[in-house]
């Protein structure tokens, strides 16, 4: 009986180390998917308000009205009229006027197929 427990203990070990090599705790600090870089936001919806989102595009600056267009060269060009609060943010972005950008923030409205609303929160 003594060597049947000893025996059922030494494999209970030997399958618990084996196990505990297995388990590496950084598969944690991994993302489970990649994030996706999305070219076309028309499926914004009304939904979606509120939302954090990531766009590129060409910027075009008048006076204070900024104006991103997603994919300018395509057909399905996606316009995005941007709310800047920041003074800092908006001098750079006069800087970057004419050039592709990618900008992050809040979406606003988006109650159009092609035309949505956006605050801007940073340049990235």
Avoid: C, Y
Wanted: glycine share 4%; proline share 2%; charged share 25%.
């Amino acid at each position: 009986m003594k060597r049947l427990f000893t025996l059922a203990a030494i494999f209970a070990l030997f399958t618990l180390s084996l196990f505990a090599q297995e388990l590496d705790p950084s598969f944690l600090k991994k993302k489970a998917m990649p994030e996706l870089e999305i070219q076309n936001h028309s499926f914004l919806t009304q939904e979606h308000v509120g939302s954090s989102i990531t766009i590129t595009g060409l910027l075009s600056v008048n006076k204070n009205n900024f104006v991103l267009k997603e994919n300018p060269d395509s057909r399905s060009v996606v316009t995005f009229t941007l709310e800047v609060k920041k003074w800092g943010l908006k001098r750079k972005l006069k800087k970057l006027n004419g050039k592709t950008v990618t900008l992050t923030g809040k979406l606003t409205d988006a109650s159009a197929t092609w035309t949505k609303k956006m605050k801007v929160e940073k340049i990235n």
